[in-house]
């Protein structure tokens, strides 16, 4: 079954948010703080080592419980119960989106059920044999290292999470190679001993241009070092197209495939993730998915006032359409999540960047917001400026770790302060006038707070598919298709046009800069 299409603005809810957005749109947070006894209690959810507090933004109660309303009258809960049954959601590319089933211990199709365990087995083998030493090079040396070749989800996600749980390294080395840059590609190749590496080849279909040049440039490489035959000892694939695996020198057991029901940019909790398991080991990648896991069943069974992923997905509905915000900053106080702000960027933009509805009409309202951000404290020094005396109003997710992983509480301390001092500056301002009026900070800036325990694979894995199942959350109520990708898609296609054509379907101004280029 579809997802229902009903445009939200044609319902009664966004007409009341329309004008209550009117009568409250200058009002401070401070006034709703004021007028809401319990606003606190009322504005805070938390799920085991996850505790949200979204009391910091300029809406009220009332605006609150109509965008509750907003999600009944779109059918929400019962497009979350296709969302996990397996219907057919992604109508245009005719698939399920069961990224989710990744890490689900109950699935209602066997099928699926026996693919996931298979899947996850192949991964739990290949990581186990290469950090003990089972697997090891042509010349019987230990690997070192490994590098994941692969673009858009089949990069973005496992170098996010790789990098964010460093700190529970088994010791072997992540490289990653998706930019088709050769001067990159050379750069990284020049670091590693072949004899010691793996090489993971990402692509679904196995036929993505940038990922199978840099492919071929890496073999290549690896032939005139060692030889052809050893191709099988060192080369991984992660694809459903099997036999160009293996003309390329892969053999079958070292090929893990990649399930229709799963966009790129969802994947990581699959083979896709075969390099975060290898990196951080078996049980850890295990304890990863079952904190997604746990994320995934507070989605589908918690009512919407306390619902972590719905709550996020309304205020960035609320912002983006009625206060006409066009952007959001994801600001990890942590710098082994400096790639989560890239990360979400694609995974959130490439969603709901949409303009036709569900069904096929050009849409009357705001759907995509842009995803931007950095680590603090780094980004105070940066562009906290603009956010506290600019022009321009940016919701913000600040997310912190009440515990360090090297346990030096002193310094994590001057971090947590400065986490918290940037979001009560946003909050209350700081109000002059006469010959200081350039130091005026009005305050009244949105922005949620998101502490966590602790960075460990299982609170990472519950904050990722918190995000993801906001990014559903929003395409849902907004009547988008969420999960296919055709802007992306028509760019590829041109460029292929271009290395087989060359400039002749190109326009004037883009064939001048081709003559450029030759």
């Not at 050379?186 to 072949?194: D, V």
């Not at 993505?208 to 440039?217: C, G, P, R, Y």
């Not at 919407?304 to 009625?322: D, G, M, R, T």
């Not at 001057?414 to 200081?436: C, M, P, R, W």
Request: proline residues 3%.
């Amino acid at each position: 079954m579809a997802l229902s299409k009903k445009n939200p603005t044609s319902q009664k809810s966004w007409s009341n948010l329309k004008d209550l957005y009117n009568q409250e749109k200058n009002l401070h947070i401070n006034d709703y703080f004021n007028s809401e006894k319990n606003r606190l209690e009322n504005f805070t959810a938390s799920l085991n080592d996850l505790h949200i507090d979204f009391s910091k933004n300029r809406i009220s109660q009332k605006a609150f419980d109509l965008l509750i309303e907003l999600c009944e009258e779109t059918d929400l809960k019962e497009n979350i119960d296709k969302y996990f049954n397996g219907s057919a959601i992604n109508e245009t590319e005719n698939r399920s989106v069961l990224h989710t089933a990744l890490r689900s211990q109950n699935n209602d199709s066997t099928k699926i059920s026996e693919e996931v365990k298979n899947t996850l087995s192949k991964i739990r083998t290949i990581s186990d044999e290469i950090n003990s030493g089972v697997r090891l090079g042509h010349s019987g040396k230990k690997i070192e290292n490994v590098v994941n070749i692969g673009i858009g989800g089949s990069h973005l996600g496992p170098e996010m999470v790789t990098e964010a749980l460093s700190f529970y390294s088994q010791g072997i080395k992540p490289y990653f190679i998706s930019n088709i840059d050769p001067d990159y590609t050379e750069n990284i190749l020049k670091s590693l001993n072949p004899d010691t590496t793996i090489f993971i080849i990402v692509s679904k279909t196995f036929t993505t241009i940038e990922t199978l040049e840099n492919a071929k440039k890496v073999r290549k490489w690896f032939v005139k070092n060692v030889n052809e035959e050893s191709i099988k000892n060192h080369f991984i694939a992660v694809s459903n197209n099997t036999e160009d695996p293996k003309e390329f020198g892969i053999e079958s057991e070292n090929i893990l495939s990649i399930p229709e029901w799963v966009g790129g940019r969802f994947s990581l909790w699959g083979s896709v993730g075969l390099i975060i398991s290898i990196c951080i080991g078996s049980k850890n990648f295990d304890d990863f998915l079952n904190g997604a896991r746990e994320m995934d069943l507070h989605f589908h069974e918690t009512p919407f006032e306390k619902n972590i992923p719905v709550v996020l997905a309304l205020l960035s509905i609320w912002y983006n359409n009625f206060f006409k915000c066009e952007t959001e900053a994801i600001l990890p106080y942590n710098q082994f999540l400096g790639k989560l702000p890239d990360y979400l960027q694609q995974a959130s933009m490439e969603s709901n960047g949409k303009n036709i509805d569900r069904e096929g009409k050009r849409v009357d309202y705001e759907t995509g917001t842009i995803i931007w951000g950095s680590t603090g404290t780094n980004a105070q020094h940066a562009f906290f400026q603009l956010m506290h005396q600019g022009t321009k109003l940016i919701p913000a997710d600040f997310i912190a770790f009440k515990e360090p992983l090297y346990n030096d509480k002193e310094q994590h301390k001057i971090l947590t302060s400065n986490f918290l001092a940037q979001t009560n500056a946003l909050l209350v301002g700081n109000i002059k006038s006469g010959n200081e009026i350039h130091k005026n900070i009005d305050g009244n800036k949105p922005s949620n707070t998101i502490l966590i325990n602790k960075l460990t694979p299982h609170n990472l894995g519950s904050l990722i598919a918190m995000y993801e199942s906001k990014i559903f959350v929003i395409g849902s109520i907004l009547n988008i298709y969420s999960f296919d990708q055709w802007g992306v898609e028509l760019g590829k296609s041109i460029a292929k046009q271009i290395l087989n054509n060359g400039k002749s379907n190109l326009d004037e101004s883009s064939s001048q800069i081709y003559d450029k280029l030759q």
